[in-house]
């Protein structure tokens, strides 16, 4: 299931006991969201998932993800990438339940675009603090706020919104989808999003710290996202986005050239780990590192030489039960020496057994993600170390590739 949010346009129209007050906290939210560089942070999802008729949510996985907004815009990208994808977070996260939207979206749509109509509810105690609170409510073509399951649909929108009474900065935004339609199956879609003030280079930018995300389902079962936003900074944007842009007072120094080239399908590369895998830290999205350890020749020729770095990341880590086994994602994205650099799409074709033989259940490897592994470990948790052997072969790329 996915649920994301769409620019919108509307009329903004509020008539509170105090109209100073709350035509302020608009004014100063609108300078908040515009008035901010552009920026990225690192966004972790927790994922848990609740059975009908059962009290507590489950932990599912665990998601890392670059988020940037750029002009009121969400990108993605997995941690470490070169630079972002103009593509849905789905294209990203093929299973489960996620979330988009609570990063830039609905506060834009809403306090920048001034979508919706609202109604002053007064001061109130929010987590104990003084907070003023006002409702809205958003047309489905105000909101555009998407819920795709196994159908999909844009749908209306209400709330709450809180901002703090001296500093008029905002405090929390709820949303929940408004006239669900049946085929969606959905009984109920909410997101809470906290703010809070970040140093982002030389500006103290309002952003929101964390969002929670809740779809029930009428078959009682319910998925939960809990978001966390942090490691937030600026960047600057040219052909590609680049991090920590250099100083002007310093002389830039040329980047060496770096000859792109394609490998052949069919190359069998043996692979070196060299980031070990936990269970209780790792997380999808986290960046993997390896190396190749010996030459890889084509037609007799060096295709790939010994020592090559290559760069990827986890791409699936959870299992269904805790006594269902791990099932654990690795795409190799990467492969770099010399100057030169390839796109690095293949399938797992062989592990090292004998270190984890132990561990494993069959079947061992899985090739269900083109250009990644899966394969399956038992038990309540699970390290890999660095050093762990991998054989892998080359595919021949497709002509359109998905981010996964």
């Known amino acids: 299931m996915a649920i994301s949010v769409a620019t919108a346009a509307g009329a903004a129209r509020c008539q509170p006991p105090d109209q100073s007050q709350l035509a ?35 932990p599912v996985d665990t998601i890392r993800l670059e988020v940037s907004s750029v002009a009121g815009k969400e990108l993605f990208a997995w941690p470490g990438s ?55 409510h958003l047309t489905a073509q105000e909101s555009g ?29 709820d949303v929940y989808a408004d006239a669900i339609p049946y ?31 809740t779809m029930a389902l009428f078959s009682g079962e319910a998925d939960r996202n809990a978001i966390e936003f942090s490691q937030c900074r600026e960047y600057r944007s040219e052909s590609t986005i680049t991090f920590n842009a250099p100083s002007p007072s310093l002389p830039e120094v040329p980047k060496p050239q770096v000859r792109q080239v394609d490998l052949p399908a069919g190359l069998l590369v043996r692979v070196e780990l060299e980031t070990p895998i936990d269970s209780k830290t790792a997380a999808v999205g986290d ?21 090559a770095a290559i760069t990827g990341h986890i791409c699936r880590l959870g299992r269904s039960s805790t006594s269902a086994p791990f099932a654990v994602g690795i795409e190799l994205s990467e492969i770099e020496w010399e100057g030169t650099r390839a796109t690095f799409y293949a399938e797992l074709v062989d592990l090292n ?9 069959q079947p061992l490897i899985d090739n269900e993600i083109p250009g990644a592994g899966i394969f399956y470990i038992d ?9 762990y052997h991998m054989l892998w072969r080359t595919l021949a790329r497709p002509t359109v590739q998905q981010p996964r």
């Not at 196994?150 to 405090?171: C, E, K, Q, T």
């Not at 960046?287 to 010994?306: E, F, I, M, N, S």
């Not at 699970?382 to 050093?387: N, S, T």
Request: hydrophobic residues 40%; glycine residues 8%.
């Open 183 to 213: 085929s969606l199956r959905l009984e109920q879609a909410v997101f809470r999003t906290l703010y809070a003030r970040t140093q982002i280079g030389d500006s103290d930018a309002l952003l929101p710290k964390r969002s929670e995300v």
């Open 353 to 361: 057994l004998p270190r984890l033989a132990r561990h494993y259940n």
């Open 82 to 136: 070169r630079q972002f994808e103009d593509r849905q977070v789905t294209a990203f996260v093929d299973s489960g339940t996620i979330g988009a939207g609570m990063f830039a979206m609905f506060a834009s749509n809403l306090f920048v675009h001034g979508a919706g109509t609202r109604e002053y509810r007064g001061e109130e105690n929010l987590d104990g603090r003084t907070a003023v609170r006002c409702d809205f």
């Open 24 to 58: 302020r906290f608009q004014d100063k939210v609108r300078l908040d969201l515009t008035g901010i560089p552009n920026y990225t942070c690192l966004e972790t999802i927790e994922r848990a998932h609740r059975e009908a008729h059962a009290r507590d949510f489950k």
């Open 379 to 387: 038990g309540a948790r699970f390290r890999i170390p660095p050093g």
């Open 287 to 307: 960046p993997l590192h390896a190396r190749v350890l010996r030459d890889v020749r084509y037609k007799g020729d060096l295709a790939v030489p010994q020592g």
């Open 145 to 173: 706020f998407l819920i795709a399951t196994n159908a999909s649909a844009v749908v209306a929108a209400s709330g709450s919104f809180w901002f703090d009474p001296v500093s008029l900065d905002l405090i929390r935004l």
